[in-house]
């Protein structure tokens, strides 16, 4: 059964995903001659990079998702269906999903990517991802169930298993989670629970490498290092997890640390589709993909930023599976299938670095731009204007900006809310888009 | 088993619920010589009276809940724990919980209420009421998702039925939730939903006496009624809900409407609890309390607020359900058990009758106040003002003012989202504590 959209006169470009990638791409086909379809699993945008402080009671969930219909509403050629992709049948040029079919002329696949496990089952079972608005608000319940379970037990081993927060992945959202943790210690839990001695609250960030923020400079590293370990928590570097069963962390140094919530942020892999040929899935489950983003061995379907790899000289591996990547891929896209169309050459893709950052807490980021490194108040600054000015939508802005403000000058978190209870047994339905 | 709180030298006072009247009890009861204890299924309050902004996209949920454990941060002699009352066993002046049991020197029920079906099963499954975040946030989710669905079918009827949203009750709820829907399609859908011919969307609200806002002014009633009508809600009065199966609700009158979706407004009833004697329980399932809030037949034991009906010559059926009864209530109550404890005699209860008001939407409200009575944009503006000084939290109040101020200009609604799927398959869970 087929989607019931009428076909214009144009040729049709179907995105699959609304995240950075997908939406620049739509965005920068506005007014030309195609007509533009996107599908999402979700009615919205997801900010992904602010996802940790929905986590940990900073910012409400609202407030970072933007519905893709109003980013669109005024684009007369693009058209939007709430649809789960399942398979690409490339000679017939269909999308098949959970909705019917659809016809393409050219796809771009923009699924972006989900969290890792590096195949162990056991830890995809009993962790927490963070990687969507539903997963973050599931972070937040249970680490506040867990403070009020605490008070329910006369054992002080259970109470500080209640008590003991496990971050996996020392990349940047292992970082900004193990950081907001420690601000919620140090500053608001002392005076919600004051039955409790927060003092033995512990968080543990778990890194498997040598050091935090791998993919930044040394400086950045070692400072964010310092940072979290002011702030009290235990930085465990050249350290890997090797299993958790729901109660108890089995370190590879042979450690073990008994907790009841692990935050899994040590990987993602790409959110690939069945159909396209399995050869051209490379490393971190990407598609491999030309200059232009165009699948090896595909001449119209495309893959844009974090699960398409890009391999070149300069990034053996493919770029980074961050924002601007994505942004930038969507926006040569949208470029160059216009050019294609009119058979005009494309353009290759040139990665634009523009720097990275990570916060830690109040006053304290770091950020690399090119050779400029700086760290501490100013860059906690410079990270809350940029990430302010990338949110989606005037009003998310405006109540994000509300929030950073209130927090700042009164220590507090707003929205430690437990809107509904995480149940454990309520086993995680893995990715429905995934191979 | 028994909840591990010590025991204090002072009497404990045990409070059911942290709705308006709970928290007032609790707050004044701040630097007394008693033991509070306060436990609450949720770990927050819920301001009701903007649930139904929520559950339209208006507003953020996380704006109109605020964590129980911060409103009495500083509060030396209060314990709190996220628990549901099951069942008080007065002879031994305990309270079974799902934690535990509690003992206590004086109880306070202020368990509020929940929607009433008077018996109606088939409507109490396929209804959406809307007492809590969740629920609101269900209802949020199912309007959207008809709307994604009714671009996903051929036929007209089906696509109607989906844009056919039904209110029963034609109170204060009903009609701000009616009103809120017709801002949606006069203002937003149309734009989000190019595809649909968003003027084929209905809205019926209906109201088995002859007038809205039954308990308001007739001037308030026919002044709203008009403003509905104006922004094309199908006011239908003097009807009754007699069946709903999921696809068609019967009316009263022989007319039937095909929809997908009825919202439960039509009634409420106190959330009694067992172990009371069952004589007690009055008309709208509530407790029959004397003029200091006992119990009848129980020295030690409250009602305030919903659950409570004190039945005096000025008030036959006791006080209307609405805040300021509760809250006023839960302030004598406090005043009142300090004087018990100290063998003075205690205060009757003196209700102050603050006025009463809904909106309907931009520009249109119904406010009345003794015998001054207006409508239209200066009651709206007196709605909003009340309502944003109601509000618990300074944070909440300037979150909810920016929405308000955005929707103002913008004539925009902000979170139009499907953070989760509302599925009918999952039945409603039935309110845990009820009669």
Redesign the interface.
């Known amino acids: 059964m087929s ?2 959209i009428p076909e214009t006169n144009f040729p049709r470009v179907v995105i699959i995903g609304g995240g950075f990638g997908g939406i620049q791409a739509a965005k920068k086909l506005n007014s030309k001659e195609v007509q533009v379809i996107m599908i999402d699993r ?3 945008h997801t900010f992904q990079p602010l996802l940790y402080q929905v986590a940990t009671g900073g910012l ?4 970072i ?1 933007h ?1 893709l ?2 980013i669109f ?2 684009q ?1 050629n693009f ?1 939007f ?2 649809a789960e992709a399942q398979e690409v049948i490339a000679d017939k040029k269909v999308l098949v999903t959970n ?2 079919e659809i016809h393409y002329d050219y796809l771009v696949i923009a699924t972006g990517s989900s969290s890792n496990y590096f195949g162990m089952k056991d830890l995809e079972k009993h962790t927490m991802p963070m990687k969507t ?2 997963e973050a ?1 599931d972070m937040r319940s249970l680490v ?2 867990n403070l ?1 379970s605490a ?2 037990t ?1 054992s002080i081993n259970e109470q500080e298993a209640y008590m003991n927060f496990v971050v996996v992945g020392g990349g940047p959202t292992g970082v900004e989670t193990a950081g907001a943790l420690a601000e919620l210690k140090n500053h608001v839990l002392p ?5 409790l001695d927060i003092r033995r609250m512990q968080i543990n960030l778990i890194e498997g490498g040598d050091r935090l923020l791998g993919a930044m400079s040394v400086q950045a590293s070692e400072k964010s290092a310092d940072f979290l370990k002011s702030m009290g928590v235990n930085v465990r570097l050249n350290e890997r997890v090797l299993s958790f069963d729901g109660e108890r962390v089995q370190l590879g140094s042979g450690k073990g640390l008994e907790t009841k919530v692990v935050i899994w942020s040590a990987g993602v892999k790409g959110v690939t589709l069945p159909g396209i040929n399995k050869e051209v899935i490379v490393g971190g489950n990407r598609f491999k993909v030309n200059v232009f983003n165009q699948i090896e061995g595909y001449d119209n379907i495309f893959a844009i930023g974090d699960v398409a790899a890009m391999i070149t000289d300069e990034f053996p591996k493919g770029h980074p599976g961050v924002a601007p990547a994505a942004i930038q891929q969507g926006r040569l896209f949208a470029k160059n299938i216009i050019k294609k169309i009119n058979d005009i050459p494309m353009e290759p893709f040139k990665y634009f670095d523009k720097g990275s950052m990570a916060t830690v807490g109040r006053n304290r980021a770091v950020v690399d731009m090119g050779f400029i490194r700086f760290q501490g108040t100013f860059a906690w600054f410079v990270w809350m204007f940029v990430h302010l000015m990338t949110l989606v ?4 802005r ?2 994000v900006f ?2 950073w403000v ?1 927090s700042y000058f ?1 220590y ?1 978190r ?7 209870r995480f149940e454990k047994e309520n086993d995680k339905k893995l990715e429905q888009v995934e191979a």
């Open positions: 989607v019931d979700h009615n919205y409400e969930p609202d407030s998702a519905p219909r109003k509403k005024n007369k058209i269906r709430v909705i019917g608005i539903p608000l506040l169930q009020e008070l329910l006369d005076h919600d629970y004051p039955e939508g005037f009003r998310n405006v109540v509300v929030n209130w009164s507090d707003g929205t430690r809310l437990i809107i509904r």
